[in-house]
């Protein structure tokens, strides 16, 4: 089974016949105002939207620029980029 697909989520949210409350989370609600195409298939079809990637690329550029700035450092050198752009650092 996906991990994705959970069937029993949309239990009660449109069946008229049912008098319980069904509750949304704030999350469910912003869902909704943003694309309402995106909510029925969540809450109707059980069919949610895959999660956000993490942001890896980003941690990893981080990563590496701050390696090379640091070997910099430590050997007493300007980065060639700080020389080429001029930068007062």
């Given at each position: 089974m996906s991990q994705y697909y959970t069937p029993k989520r949309t239990k009660n949210i449109f069946?008229?016949?049912?008098?319980?409350?069904?509750k949304l989370s704030r999350s469910?609600?912003?869902l909704f105002i943003e694309?309402?195409?995106?909510?029925?298939?969540?809450?109707?079809?059980?069919?949610g939207r895959p999660?956000?990637?993490?942001?890896n690329l980003n941690s990893a550029v981080d990563a590496l620029l701050k390696n090379e700035f640091d070997t910099c450092r430590v050997?007493?050198?300007k980065h060639?980029?700080?020389?080429?752009?001029?930068v007062g650092a």
């Amino acid at each position: 089974m996906s991990q994705y697909y959970t069937p029993k989520r949309t239990k009660n949210i449109f069946n008229p016949n049912d008098s319980k409350p069904f509750k949304l989370s704030r999350s469910k609600i912003e869902l909704f105002i943003e694309c309402q195409r995106c909510f029925y298939i969540d809450r109707r079809l059980g069919v949610g939207r895959p999660p956000g990637f993490p942001f890896n690329l980003n941690s990893a550029v981080d990563a590496l620029l701050k390696n090379e700035f640091d070997t910099c450092r430590v050997k007493g050198l300007k980065h060639p980029l700080i020389e080429k752009y001029g930068v007062g650092a």
